[in-house]
Every structure is written in C-alpha cells, then in structure tokens.
C-alpha cells in the first residue's frame, strides 16, 4: 500500500441493489447506449476488460493513462456518463496550474502538487498543449494578514515551491499596476491551462496504447457475476459483471472508480462503505467585461483561512484572455447543480441525512451566511474585489460560469482533506479500488496522483 494514503476496508460483499439517479461526468455514469469514441473501442454488449475505470474525468482518464502505459498486456477500458469526456469538474474550474505553496509540509498533498505541476508542465510541452506560466501573487491587504502570509511563505521554502520571494508594495505594483496590498508572496511558476484540452489528450494517450473508452453509460450495477455464468470461461476470468441502466454489461476482473462528486454513492453500489459523504459545493464565477482585463495581468489570491479548504475569491486571467473573479463557496442543492436554483430533492436529503453538514454548518455558520450573501449580491462581492483593485466598478462585471466542487465530508462534519482510497472484503471488495477523496489541486497533481493510483492498482491486485 502507498505510505500516507488514508485506507478504509469495509464489509464489501455483494453488491448492493442499483442506484439509478442523476450523476456528474467524473463519476462515468450515464444514460443512453454507450459511444466508443474511436473505432477500435467495443460496444457494452460484447466488452470484457482486465481493468475498467468508473469515471472520465481528468483523474480517471491520467490513471487509465498510467495504468495501460505501464501494463500494456492488459486490456484496460474506461466507463463514462456523458456523451463527452472531462465536461463536470474538470470542465468546471478556474484553470490554474497550482504550486504547492499551502499545503502542509511534508504531506502528500504538498509533494504531488510540486511534483505533479512540474510534471503538468513538462507533458505540455511535449503535447503541445498551450500553457501560459504566468505568476500569481498572494496580496496581504490588512496588516493583521501579514503573519499569516510570511507562514505561509515559509510553508512554501519547506515545501520545495522553485522562485518565491516575498514583496513589498512597490513591488507588487510593477508585477500588477493595478493591485493595492500591504506585502505579497510572489509565485513565478503558478501557471494556467485548459484542463479539459489536458484530459482528453491523456484520453488519446490511452487509446492511442490501446486502451477502450465508453461513453453514455450510467452505471446501475456492480456485482459478481452468477453462479451458473461463473462456471463459464467469461465469468470464470472476468468475475465482475457492471451493468447500465439499458441492461448492458461489461465484465471485467478489476475496479478502479474515480467517481467525483459521486465517490460515495458509486462505493454503495459495489457494496463498500458510503462514507466519507460527498456534500457539493458550488462556486461562482464572475466575469471582467473586456474592456477592463488590462486591470488584470496573472493570478491575485488573498491570505487563505486555513480554517476552510476554500482559497477564497481571487483574479484568474484564462487561456482565452478572459478574467474570471471568483469562486465563492456556496452548498448547492444538486450535485450537477450549477446554477443557483437547481434542486434535487434526493441530493439535499442525503446531504442533511447522512453527512456531517450540519455540524459543519452549525461551526461555520457565519462563514456560509457571508458566502450566501455574496453569492447573492454583486455589491457585496465587488466590494471585497475592492480591496484589492479598487478601479473594479459594479458595471465592470457580469455573471460567468460556475463549477460544483466534490468536498469528502465525515459524520462528525469534518472536511476530509486528505486522499482516501476504499475497498473491502470478500469477493467484489477484493477486486475493487474505490478512489474516494481526490482533494484539491486534483487536476494540477494529476499525472502525479495517476502514478500513485497506478501503484496502488499493481500492489493490490497483484498485476
């Protein structure tokens, strides 16, 4: 097993009866009869694979990727909600290429952040894939976030984060003319990316290797196969029958789910653990009209509370020279929901019932009051982009796109914020690796996280 890996081993035995709700792109789940996306993939009614991955989301399609790459023998095949690869929370996000700096030394959200960008880096290159290494600046705009700051500088330096120097304000106004701040970290190699563009090129890595990609396929249930078809050759090398909600199968003998903002629902299907519950976050974007993105030169962060895994409002300027402000933090009421009034009955229950969110709520409730308030007045959150480019008007911004971020939450309403893998015991839980907690900066880390993912596949079933 993979040191520092948060494992949980449930009582995973047969599959529990099908789950037949609304999921996100990342969990591989969907509707309709699946659509290889090149013509050596197979159809559902004839597959049987080595290895099958729940989920085309960038984490998913990188460990594919690795997987096939480093078991080229296998055959190795990737289920997928939607008819497109990567369009939930890889689709979803601000698009910045993280450092390293914030998270704690010697974890191993830190070492696969700083691993994981270089590597993200290099890849491009390679692919051609374009990338701009545009710098951000965490800007300290009250006196009483300067400590603060300066911990965090020095987290970074334990961290191994290449290029950072603290700056004062003179130096904060030649990198960005238009930001005010009392001193800031400045990070040369933050950068930003189209990451959807980064997850289908992994997707043509593994197809390209020979590796099968289904989409359209929402998947109902995961079991052993029966008794009578064990006995035939098919149920005999490929145990595990994963059926959609059209009544097709794949068999396959081994599991790896990389299933998003549906982790802990796809683990209840096979019969594992449903916890830590997944509660969604939603995060809204802003837009800078175009005519005022010159206010705007790289990445403007504020001092993040370390109370909360949210980073906070910041300026993201975006491959296509557009300026995004945001995100908030927000619960949403759906787990695809994002738009503000998109509600699902099933997906609020599960989230008062079963999860820590009360508990959460009732610790942090200024917190979430302030970030509804913003969400819900421009004023408000204009007024906190204030604080540091004071020229933003109200008439400068309009609404923008919004993403729904999967947050790992336990029943005591702890944020988990460390990666958890969970599989069982008996017959389906030895074959399964769920991947239940992929934390933030997931796309940055993610050629890094695939290797780990890949280890933990090959140690654990013995390839």
Not at 157 to 175: A, C, F, S
Not at 199 to 224: R, W, Y
Not at 264 to 271: N, Q, T
Request: glycine share 10%; net charge neutral; proline share 5%.
């Amino acid at each position: 097993m993979v040191p520092a890996l948060r494992y949980l081993v449930g009582a995973c035995g047969r599959a529990r009866g099908g789950f037949a709700g609304d999921f996100p792109g990342a969990s591989g789940l969907a509707s309709g009869r699946p659509r290889p996306l090149c013509g050596g993939s197979r159809s559902a009614s004839t597959s049987s694979f080595d290895i099958v991955i729940v989920g085309g989301g960038i984490v998913g399609l990188a460990s594919a990727r690795a997987l096939i790459l480093r078991h080229p023998s296998l055959s190795i095949g990737v289920l997928e909600k939607e008819k497109d690869l990567a369009v939930h929370q890889t689709g979803h996000n601000s698009g910045v290429i993280h450092s390293g700096i914030y998270y704690k030394p010697e974890s191993l959200k830190a070492k696969l952040c700083v691993q994981g960008a270089a590597l993200l880096y290099e890849y491009c290159q390679q692919k051609g894939i374009s990338y701009k290494q545009c710098g951000k600046l965490i800007v300290a705009v009250e006196q009483e976030e300067i400590p603060r700051l300066q911990a965090l500088y020095e987290r970074g330096l334990q961290n191994g984060v290449q290029g950072l120097r603290l700056i004062q304000q003179d130096d904060i106004k030649k990198k960005e003319p238009y930001c005010r701040g009392l001193m800031a970290i400045d990070c040369p190699h933050t950068g930003i990316v189209d990451y959807r563009q980064v997850a289908l090129s992994f997707a043509q890595d593994f197809q390209d290797a020979g590796g099968s990609v289904l989409t359209n396929f929402e998947v109902k249930d995961i079991e052993m196969a029966k008794e009578s078809l064990s006995r035939s050759i098919d149920g005999m090398q490929y145990p595990i029958v994963i059926k959609n909600i059209k009544g097709e199968e794949i068999r396959c003998q081994y599991v790896v789910t990389c299933a998003g903002l549906y982790s802990d629902r796809i683990s209840e299907l096979s019969g594992c653990s449903p916890d830590p519950r997944i509660v969604p976050f939603r995060g809204d974007y802003l837009l800078l009209k175009p005519e005022k993105c010159y206010l705007v030169k790289g990445n403007i962060y504020p001092v993040p509370d370390s109370r909360f895994p949210f980073l906070g409002v910041h300026f993201t300027p975006r491959m296509d020279g557009s300026i995004w402000l945001g995100p908030n933090a927000v619960l949403a009421f759906k787990r695809e929901g994002y738009r503000p009034f998109d509600f699902s009955a099933t997906d609020v229950m599960d989230i008062i019932i079963n999860s820590g969110l009360i508990k959460l709520a009732s610790q942090n409730f200024s917190y979430g009051v302030t970030e509804m308030y913003k969400a819900c007045f421009l004023g408000a959150t204009v007024k906190y982009l204030q604080k540091f480019i004071p020229e933003i008007t109200i008439n400068d911004i309009f609404r923008g796109p919004a993403g729904v971020r999967a947050q790992a939450l336990d029943r005591d309403g702890n944020l988990v914020d460390d990666f958890v893998f969970d599989a069982g015991v008996g017959d389906i839980g030895n074959r399964i690796l769920h991947v239940r907690n992929a934390p933030s900066p997931a796309a940055t880390s993610s050629i890094a996280i695939s290797g780990m993912i890949a280890d933990e596949v090959q140690q654990r079933f013995e390839l």
